[in-house]
């Protein structure tokens, strides 16, 4: 959930490190901070608030060197003030650490050193990792083996790097558990270390990623990787093609507004090299499936977190109606605590944006105990989520910066309408003239998104007349439930508006109860097989006198009839109409978010990556 940025070279590491703070800023963060190794001993640079206060900070109180490292805090423990945030030195000041992730075990290690008679200078828990190398680095033992040491001593999961002034040669990176990521960027003569990749893109391609339990040693021209208990450990280095460009906002006034727009290409990147409209055919080789091992699938857990878990929602659909498996979607927080029944013969199919996301990797951890085979659907390339599975399916996304979702949203659903065309055609479940239909549909879906997208301008007018709404009540059925729920969740994110959303056929049972004219209904009703049921749903709101918007296909005069405001969208094989019906209700959470001045971006009290329960 918090960004860490480490270098070591030639150059002044301050620069760096702020840049690579900035990257990392979709993040979600309170407090931020900079140490630099400076003439010989360690310089700290710390405030609450935007990284834009540390920069001032600096600018006013500059520090330079060629060793340094910087990190952006969510704060767990202790309030978001300068004396909380990162980084954190030692007693002796000549040792200093930043971290993402929570030490589990913090209060029983602060009473072990406070009997000491250490004294502690914040109220973090991240401060007895420092406390702790320290005490092992007085026994006369190396950073290495003092920080390998102390981090034996944590419980929980953990992203750690380290630097002392007693070997200002080195950095020393640590990852233990689902902490986020720890990633280790090749230069010519430096070295680079961040938590993700868009932090040190600017300068390197080429890519380390420790898995748990492994630790580097990183100088100017070289590193080294080791397990926690010092074996040694032969990483493989990835190169990284995205486009730093790509993560600007250009002409866009928000990054969740760009990203919107992208999906008319990031959904054409999803198809492109899978599927084959010639043949109508779809390839998914990182997957490593075999017919044989398709047809003894019994059934697949579909696993995830938030906007992921509403993919998964919609994908238990598709499979089940395509493929023919029965599809659980289970919430990945839960999972791991109810004792789930799985067997070798189960399928762990986890989403994560972020591929690190705490309580889905946990989850895909329980299945693998279990047995099960293990897939995921990630974004970030090289990310726990990925290493670990079975097989993969990678979101041809690139960066999404803005915290809520929106591309990372329309592309799983992509991947599990392809996902759903393999399994189905492996088993022998889809006949080839279905099959061909199937595939042939999705030649449709980039020119559908951006005929919604087309319609920006009458959204934004919808969104001017309800910018001050306190209350929505959004409505859907059978594939656009899920869209409900994603569409509400959007709204609540950013714009802070009270949103629920129901299945409409539960409206009679207790929700009805709501409708007034201050409780605007929105119905998800285009031209699918629950049409005539939300057009009932609709009469009944506005029977009651509640103001309803409906999302609709395009020339449905009884909807134009019905409602008060209309968000068209083009007619849609139906079951690709959550890719399509989810776009005019990312524009309406964005420009009532945006009319209302909030931060769209980064909104309040929210993270883009979430690896902490």
């Known amino acids: 959930m918090c960004g860490i940025v480490g270098y070591i070279g030639e150059r002044n590491a301050t620069p760096i490190i702020l840049n690579g703070l900035k990257r990392l800023e979709y993040r979600g963060y309170d407090s931020a901070g900079l140490a630099v190794l400076q003439d010989g001993h360690i310089e700290v640079r710390r405030d609450a608030g935007k990284l834009s206060n540390l920069t001032a900070l600096v600018e006013n109180s500059p520090i330079a060197g060629k060793l340094g490292i910087g990190h952006t805090r969510w704060a767990t423990h202790g309030e978001p003030s300068a004396r909380n945030a990162h980084p954190h030195l030692g007693s002796t000041k000549q040792v200093v650490v930043v971290h993402n992730g929570i030490v589990e075990n913090f209060l029983e290690l602060r009473e072990e050193l406070a009997a000491e008679g250490v004294v502690f200078n914040s109220d973090t828990d991240t401060e007895v990792i420092v406390l702790l190398v320290e005490r092992f680095l007085g026994t006369g033992t190396s950073l290495e083996e003092a920080t390998r040491q102390a981090l034996r001593q944590l419980k929980g999961a953990h992203g750690v790097v380290v630097f002392s002034a007693l070997e200002p040669d080195k950095l020393i990176a640590a990852r233990i558990g689902n902490a986020g990521g720890v990633v280790i960027g090749l230069g010519k003569d430096e070295m680079f270390i961040a938590s993700d990749i868009p932090a040190i893109l600017d300068h390197t391609r080429t890519m380390v990623f420790l898995e748990s339990h492994q630790m580097a040693v990183v100088t100017r021209t070289s590193y080294s990787v080791k397990n926690l208990d010092g074996s040694p450990v032969a990483p493989q280095e990835h190169n ?68 992921a878990g509403h993919a998964g929602m919609v994908g238990k659909m598709l499979i089940e109606a395509i493929a023919r498996i029965p599809v659980e979607v289970d919430i990945a927080s839960e999972f791991r605590y109810r004792n789930p029944i799985v067997d070798e013969n189960t399928v762990i199919l986890a989403i994560s944006q972020s591929g690190e996301t705490a309580d889905t990797l946990a989850a895909m951890d329980e299945g693998r105990k279990r047995g099960a085979k293990l897939w995921a659907i990630v974004n970030a390339i090289g990310s726990q989520a990925m290493r670990v599975a079975d097989g993969y399916i990678s979101m041809q996304v690139g960066p999404e910066i803005g915290v809520a979702s929106t591309k990372a949203f329309t592309a799983p659903l992509v991947d599990l309408y392809l996902l759903a065309v393999l399994l189905g055609d492996l088993r022998g479940t889809l006949k080839e003239k ?68 129901y299945p409409a056929g539960e409206m009679k049972h207790g929700p009805i109860a709501l409708v007034d004219r201050d409780m605007p209904v929105l119905a998800i009703a285009p031209d699918d097989p629950w049409y005539e049921k939300m057009i009932s749903q609709i009469e009944q709101a506005k029977a009651r006198g509640g103001s309803v918007i409906v999302v609709a296909t395009e020339g449905d005069t009884r909807v134009e009839a019905l409602a008060d405001h209309v968000f068209w969208v083009p007619k849609t094989p139906w079951l690709l109409l959550p890719v399509i019906t989810v776009i005019p209700l990312q524009l309406f959470a964005y420009h009532i978010a945006s009319l209302r001045g909030l931060d769209v971006d980064q909104p309040r009290n929210l993270a883009k990556s979430v690896t902490v329960e």
């Open 240 to 307: 990284i093609g995205w486009d730093p460009v790509a993560a600007e906002k250009g002409e866009y006034r928000h990054f969740m507004q760009k990203e919107i727009h992208e999906q008319v290409r990031s959904l054409t990147d999803t198809l492109a090299g899978r599927v084959d409209f010639d043949e109508g055919t779809v390839r998914l080789p990182q997957l490593n499936l075999t017919t044989e091992q398709a047809k003894k699938i019994s059934r697949i857990i579909i696993t995830a977190c938030g906007t």
């Open 434 to 501: 279905e099959r061909k239909q199937l595939v042939a549909d999705l030649r449709l879906v980039p020119d559908l998104v951006g005929r919604c997208l087309d319609r920006e301008p009458e959204i934004v007018q919808v969104a001017r007349e309800m910018k001050y709404i306190r209350n929505v009540l959004y409505l859907g059925r059978g594939t656009n439930m899920p869209i409900a729920y994603e569409g509400a969740l959007k709204l609540k994110e950013i714009s802070y508006i009270h949103a629920e959303a």
